[in-house]
């Protein structure tokens, strides 16, 4: 049973596309989180969701789009990819906005050629 | 600006030996220092954490150190084993617009324990 579950795991793509990469955890939390891992493992938030609410939206281009249908999904969006783009993208999740752990999924491992 | 530095990047140890980590934060705000580790394909997954009112946290082989007044703070894995192998971030967190919290990880350190 996994908790935290991404899909697709890879995605290959061409510059200039659309594609979406879905999140769905099943531990009841309230909140989640987009991450972006570099090629260097650097770790850095995207966004963040509670209770469906957008309530961390970093330094990203606004062709990244999430959309949290419910509590228990958090979907991205990305328009005209760009080479840049390619990177792990980690799906996380949370109880609450305190100190509890995250829950992350095992990665979109995104390629844009 | 990279809020939480962490050094080195890369770590061998032998088998049996001990890990050292190291962790330097510039934000007074940050209240909860948690360490994630991280194996090929998959996500991190929290190890173990503090808060700065204590100076040292053990779980087990993993300790956390950790220095407020010099705003660092370190792990320390004992008896290493190669199972151990993995990528360490340490991670700080504050208070963010009321009471909405964000997570800032270090840069990683690839840990590599040889047999």
């Known amino acids: 049973d996994t908790a935290v579950s991404q899909t697709p795991k890879y995605l290959v793509t061409q510059m200039g596309n659309d594609k979406s990469i879905k999140c769905e955890q099943n531990l009841g939390h309230d909140t989640m989180y987009w991450y972006k891992q570099d090629s260097k493992k650097f770790l850095k938030i995207m966004f963040s969701y509670n209770n469906k609410e957008l309530i961390i939206n970093e330094t990203v281009p606004n062709r990244f789009s999430p959309k949290s249908p419910d509590k228990a999904h958090l979907n991205l969006h990305i328009n005209s990819l760009e080479l840049g783009d390619s990177a792990v993208y980690f799906c996380a999740s949370s109880q609450g906005v305190s100190h509890s752990p995250l829950h992350f999924g095992n990665g979109t491992r995104l390629t844009v050629t | 600006q990279q809020q939480v530095k962490q050094s080195p990047q890369s770590l061998i140890v032998q088998k049996g030996g001990i890990s050292i980590i190291n962790c330097a934060y510039e934000?007074?705000?940050?209240?909860?220092f948690p360490w994630y580790q991280q194996f090929p394909g998959k996500g991190p997954a929290l190890l173990i954490a503090?808060?700065?009112?204590?100076s040292e946290k053990k779980e087990g082989r993993f300790t956390i150190s950790f220095n407020k007044s010099a705003k660092q703070f370190s792990l320390h894995i004992m008896d290493s084993q190669p199972g151990d192998s993995a990528t360490y971030f340490c991670?700080?967190?504050?208070?963010?617009?009321?009471?909405?919290?964000?997570?800032?990880f270090g840069s990683g350190t690839q840990l590599t324990v040889l047999p």
């Open positions: 991670a700080a967190t504050a208070a963010f617009s009321g009471s909405a919290r964000q997570l800032t």
């Open positions: 503090i808060r700065p009112d204590v």
């Open positions: 934000n007074t705000a940050f209240d909860y």
